[in-house]
């Protein structure tokens, strides 16, 4: 706790992140307004992350005062981080069997916005990761993400890759729907949309897990930094 005010940047990160933890807890005061904008829900939550950054970076640092703070890598990391655990924040709210109300990036934007969502996150991070020299760490993940995605939005597209509609997304119609750029399931039986989804499922977990390991990667790059003093 001394370190906190030893060093008045390291402290001012720490009563910050505080203040917004708070605010999170209490969904700033809008849950309501939130629900079923898993975006702005995100944009709203994920930029704590560029505190926590700061935070680890000034903790270590040995020189009191701003001098952390005034260096770009500290934020460098900041955004870095955010990217991707922003890209991550997406890559487990893509299954086509969670149920419509939960407002999933799939289900409220569709497979083409979902996919630009996730090249702007990867790029978020890809570009920091250059400048911070660890792009050898960060890229083959974003690459893996962006590239998986585009495949599984062509799928969707031309081969019929089911994806579950969301309420949040139309009118007050509250049933769980199914739609698919490629292919009309009103004729369809419920068992058989149920296979279809199953068998689809399998594909956007693998960009769950590509995107949590690139998150975690990206972590590599916090002790290179904090225990470099920059």
Partial sequence: MLTLFANIACGIIFFSIIILQVL???????SHYL???????????????????????TLFNKKPGFHTLQNWECWELGVLALGASFSYDIGEKLNPLAHPQLGYYLSLYGPF????LLLITNLLSSIPAW?????????PGTILVVVISFFILLLCIFKSIPVQSSPFSSSSNMEMSISCPGSD??????????????KSAWTYK???????L?????????PILAWSCI
Avoid at 24 to 30: K, T
Avoid at 131 to 139: D, G, H, R, S, T
Avoid at 214 to 220: A, D, E, K, R, V
């Fill in 24 to 30: 999170m807890w209490n969904e700033f005061f809008i």
């Fill in 35 to 57: 629900e079923g904008k898993p975006l702005l829900y995100a944009l709203l939550h994920q930029p704590i992350i560029i505190l926590w950054m700061a935070f680890a970076v």
């Fill in 113 to 116: 916005k979902t996919w630009l």
């Fill in 131 to 139: 400048f911070l020299k660890i792009y050898m760490i960060v890229w």
């Fill in 185 to 198: 399931y009103q004729n369809d039986t419920p068992s058989r949309i149920s296979t279809k989804l199953k």
């Fill in 206 to 212: 693998i960009i769950e897990g590509i995107t949590l």
């Fill in 214 to 222: 690139s998150f975690l990667l990206t972590l590599y790059a916090v």
